[in-house]
């Protein structure tokens, strides 16, 4: 049983909040709690404030500030840019995006194809890799944005947003990325990737739940999806969320300074951290490319065993890990993703992730290399007998 520790590998679906981000924020929840959009100087210091919180989100990503809009969450900001586009394109009635998107994707689709929008679904191969000539065939004169995330959430596996967003800046349409799951895991620049919109959330990268943006590039037309009071230069409406916001800025600035040797150390423990799986235990195959995948990720599938089965008897470990997006957790459904990618039913069902941060050490992992086997063992012994497999890795 767990001695109490916490040994966290669930870091695609949330992370933990830095203290430094901490001590950025706590002066606007104590002292600082003026609203930024008032007339006189106590509100005016807060949004001065709030303004430096959007230029370090900018530069995370090579962006302007102008270019930046605070949203609630990464949800909300892929909702607001399919909702901009269709709303400044009323002639236009036709969506691309992926069979493996985050949920906020894909249930937002289903949402518009019943309200008459044609949505394309572009699946993905064995490796959870895409054809980029597929978006290019698929583009229509009535289509009004292809949406293309840059990292999936489940497998890490990274897209060619570049080629990409060239395809449709010479079709001349819009191109939205959910780059969510990449803020300190890999170089971010709107400029030379050539989008025209992309989300973030800032829990992602250390900082609290409950606060995301949006770029959108200058020039574009963009439609409110929340109306209010005018905040946010008119594009999002609702008080600003201030302590957030400035935990937000603080996070960027930490992720923008930790790429490089922070990102090849996670590698490198994920990387042991695999082996040392597929090493062990027998029946254990990974799911999607080797590369190019995020520096973080690890998504494995257990012969033989149930997902949430393995991930009860993780947790009386202390170990936290998930069977994917926090999103669906609770379902029990297999995952999209790894089904749009071909798998059967039961090796979804037996996929687990494990995802790293900075935060991460070798001890935590030498504690899951040390448990899991006998959690498997004991899993397995229980289960009907099947000949197992060789370790391997799929697609590798």
């Known amino acids: 049983m767990s001695n109490g520790t916490v040994y966290y590998f669930d870091n695609n679906a949330t992370t933990r909040v830095a203290p430094e981000v901490v001590e950025a924020m706590l002066p606007f929840l104590t002292e600082q709690w003026g609203n930024p959009s008032s007339a006189y100087s106590f509100g005016n210091e807060v949004g001065e404030a709030v303004d430096h919180a959007r230029a370090q989100v900018a530069e995370l990503i090579n962006a302007e500030p102008r270019e930046i809009i605070f949203t609630s969450c990464g949800t909300e900001s892929d909702n607001a840019a399919l909702n901009s586009a269709l709303q400044t394109q009323p002639g236009k009635r036709h969506i691309i995006t992926t069979a493996v998107e985050h949920s906020a994707n894909i249930k937002y689709g289903q949402m518009l194809e019943k309200r008459g929008v044609e949505v394309t679904w572009i699946p993905v191969d064995r490796a959870g890799q895409l054809d980029v000539h597929e978006i290019h065939e698929a583009i229509r004169e009535d289509t009004a944005m292809v949406s293309v995330m840059m990292a999936n959430n489940e497998t890490g596996v990274v897209f060619p947003i570049e080629e990409i967003a060239a395809i449709c800046r010479i079709k001349g349409v819009p191109f939205h990325t959910d780059a969510v799951q990449t803020p300190g895991k890999m170089e971010l620049d709107v400029k030379a990737l050539g989008v025209d919109y992309l989300s973030l959330s800032a829990h992602k990268l250390h900082a609290p739940k409950g606060i995301g943006c949006l770029y959108v590039r200058q020039g574009l037309p963009y439609q409110s999806y929340i109306v209010g009071g005018g905040q946010e230069s008119g594009r999002r409406g609702g008080t600003e969320n201030v302590a957030y916001m400035i935990a937000f800025g603080k996070a960027a600035e930490m992720a923008t300074a930790s790429l490089g040797g922070e990102v090849e150390r996670i590698r ?129």
């Open 268 to 396: 490198a423990l994920r990387d042991r951290m695999e082996d040392g799986i597929l090493e062990a235990i027998p029946g254990v195959t990974r799911n999607g490319a080797k590369e190019p995948r995020l520096a973080s990720t690890s998504n494995l599938s257990f012969a033989d065993c149930e997902a949430e089965a393995i991930l009860l008897l993780l947790n009386r470990e202390g170990i936290c890990a998930s069977s994917g997006s926090a999103c669906t957790t609770g379902s029990m459904a297999p995952s999209h993703v790894l089904i749009a990618m071909g798998l059967s039913p039961e090796h979804a069902m037996g996929a687990v992730r494990f995802s790293l941060s900075k935060y991460t050490t070798d001890t935590e992992v030498d504690y899951l290399l040390e448990k899991l086997p006998a959690i498997i063992e004991k899993l397995r012994g229980a289960s009907p007998k099947t000949e197992q497999p060789a370790a391997e890795a799929v697609n590798s």
